[in-house]
């Protein structure tokens, strides 16, 4: 299985793909779209285009995207709202199957604890997969896939 792991943001959205062959856990790829200060609606056509190729060349099988949390800062949550609806219809345009992970949840899947920093998510996962991206928000979206992939063998799928 091949899962694409999705941090979404309108000025840094974090990508990842993961293959999980049997006991082992391989990075294909990782990196970060990054669309500067631009228009809202040109940073979004630049994360469309950007996971557009990422799917493209990697091809995976489902993507994994990191749920909005509860902001306290409105205009910002609608904002990775729009991001994370560009990750979305990416996704449907070629027909993978999302599915959808609270950051607690990934956090609590990853290190054992739901309030753990980013720091700490990279370096859980730094010692599962080995070399991990410098980018927090790439490792983020590695956590999101790998968050997918151990509870897709949890049930059994």
Not at 9 to 15: M, P
Not at 30 to 38: A, E, L, M
Not at 96 to 112: F, L, S
Request: charged share 25%; hydrophobic share 40%; glycine share 10%.
């Amino acid at each position: 299985m091949r899962v694409l792991g999705i941090d979404p943001g309108s000025a840094c959205t974090g990508y990842g793909v993961l293959d999980d062959e049997g006991r082992q856990l391989r990075i294909i790829t990782s990196g970060v779209i990054r669309t500067g200060k631009n228009p809202l609606s040109e940073r979004l056509v630049k994360i469309f285009a950007g996971l557009e190729e990422v799917i493209k060349t990697h091809k995976p099988n489902a993507m994994a995207v990191e749920d909005i949390f509860h902001a306290r800062n409105v205009k910002s949550a609608l904002v990775l709202g729009h991001a994370r609806g560009i990750a979305l219809l990416t996704a449907g345009r070629v027909g993978i199957e999302v599915h959808e992970y609270p950051a607690r949840k990934v956090k609590q899947t990853i290190t054992g604890h739901g309030a753990a920093s980013k720091e700490q998510v990279r370096a859980v996962l730094q010692a599962t997969l080995g070399e991990v991206p410098k980018s927090l928000d790439a490792s983020d979206a590695l956590a999101v896939a790998l968050c997918h992939l151990r509870w897709y063998t949890a049930v059994g799928k």
